[in-house]
């Protein structure tokens, strides 16, 4: 692959050509390019340093680092570079870390240090928990619009129907080949070798089942009463909650809150489920499908790629992503940051009321409205641009 387009790439590459004064943690789902980055950002850099990954069927244990570290201060010395990837497989990461990391900075050695793990609530619980004031986040999620227009010549119809995975990419032209890898070479992978391998799941039948079930309803609100009338696997609400919590945190799907305008009743209100990425939604139909010859089906992957976009690009703004409804009238999303509020409606057609909009304005004055599709701004110019621009 030729250098990667993220805006990534010069964030690290130019943090590591600093004193390196902090640890660079490269967060994000998998298959979405972190280790190519950081190896072609090592490449540019040139320069002594050590790549380790502790991506294997048996985790190591701590002592790993401890060995890795070592070897790197060995093979790359003052100013070199250690990275270890998939470092949240390995029990009490943080605490080995953080002892190395301050043991240097106190006897004056200068290693920098790249972290990668494609768990991010994982990572970020040991950063918390002991890392802190001591590490800069570079959070990567699934390739937006442009950036797969780019690398692969995606229109916006392909990025609605296929996503953002880059390693998929070079399949679509087999799209049975291509849902079999998202399938299996992700999804599986994910679920089994970063959620259930390394996080208590007393119920992982149930959890994949949340999973299949949040695909089959992005875009839609889906009560946690109502989730369990839909699955086999007997559970509670709170177990729901935790689960859905467990696959956002993989970068596979998650429950946006409804805007009520007070947290403690957003926080009680029922999720409208989103992927991530919709090519986990068009696999789980195998991929021979063609979702624009079905018109309900296709608005809801425009509109669940709305909602992935803003997912991807709110976090690093500070802006909330939520939607809203009252009665009949519900928004698609809505953005928050601090007093600026705008409600956006997702449509692929011209027809269709806007009423919803009306009425939210009119319960929070002062808010913004805005139309992505026919009659509003073009998919292809929302998808260009992060979230906190429509503010």
């Not at 301050?102 to 002991?130: F, H, K, N, Y």
């Not at 679920?191 to 875009?219: G, H, I, N, W």
């Not at 957003?266 to 992927?275: C, D, F, M, T, Y």
Request: proline share 5%.
């Amino acid at each position: 692959m030729r250098t990667i387009v993220r805006s990534q790439y010069e964030v690290l590459r130019t943090r590591l050509r600093g004193p390196g004064e902090l640890i660079q943690v490269v967060a994000g789902p998998r298959q979405v390019g972190k280790t190519t980055l950081v190896r072609q950002v090592m490449a540019k850099l040139g320069g002594p340093s050590h790549f380790a990954t502790a991506d294997a069927p048996a985790p190591p244990d701590a002592r790993w680092i401890e060995v890795q570290w070592d070897m790197a201060e060995r093979l790359a010395g003052e100013g070199g570079v250690l990275v270890l990837d998939e470092v949240q497989k390995v029990r009490g990461w943080a605490d080995v870390v953080k002892a190395r990391w301050d043991d240097d900075r106190a006897q004056g050695r200068r290693l920098r240090v790249v972290l990668l793990g494609s768990s991010p609530l994982l990572v970020q619980r040991g950063l918390t928990e002991s890392l802190a004031g001591r590490f800069e986040v570079i959070r990567m999620a699934q390739w937006s619009w442009p950036e797969m227009r780019e690398a692969f010549g995606f229109g916006v119809d392909d990025y609605v129907r296929f996503g953002g995975y880059p390693g998929a990419a070079p399949l679509v032209s087999d799209p049975s080949r291509w849902a079999a890898y998202i399938r299996d070479a992700l999804v599986e992978t994910t679920l089994s070798r970063d959620v259930l391998m390394m996080t208590r799941v007393d119920k992982p039948a149930l959890l994949r089942q949340l999973f299949e079930l949040a695909c089959a309803y992005s875009s839609q609100e889906l009560s946690y009463n109502k989730m369990l009338g839909q699955l086999q696997d007997a559970g509670n609400t709170t177990t729901l909650a935790h689960y859905l919590e467990l696959l956002s945190g993989a970068g596979l799907v998650s429950g946006l809150q409804k805007h009520a305008g007070e947290i403690v009743r957003a926080r009680g209100s029922s999720p409208k489920l989103q992927v991530h990425d919709t090519g986990l939604v068009t696999s789980r139909l195998g991929g021979a499908t063609d979702p624009r010859a079905e018109p309900e089906l296709w608005g809801r992957l425009v509109e669940s790629t709305v909602g992935a976009h803003l997912l991807h690009t709110a976090p690093a703004e500070g802006v909330s992503v939520r939607w809203w409804r009252d009665g009949h009238d519900e928004v698609d999303f809505v953005v928050q940051r601090g007093p600026r509020v705008t409600a956006i409606e997702v449509k692929t057609s011209r027809t269709g009321s806007l009423r919803a909009l009306t009425r939210f304005q009119d319960e929070f004055p002062g808010a913004r409205s805005l139309v992505v599709g026919p009659g509003g701004v073009a998919l292809e110019t929302f998808l260009s641009k992060p979230a906190a621009q429509w503010l």
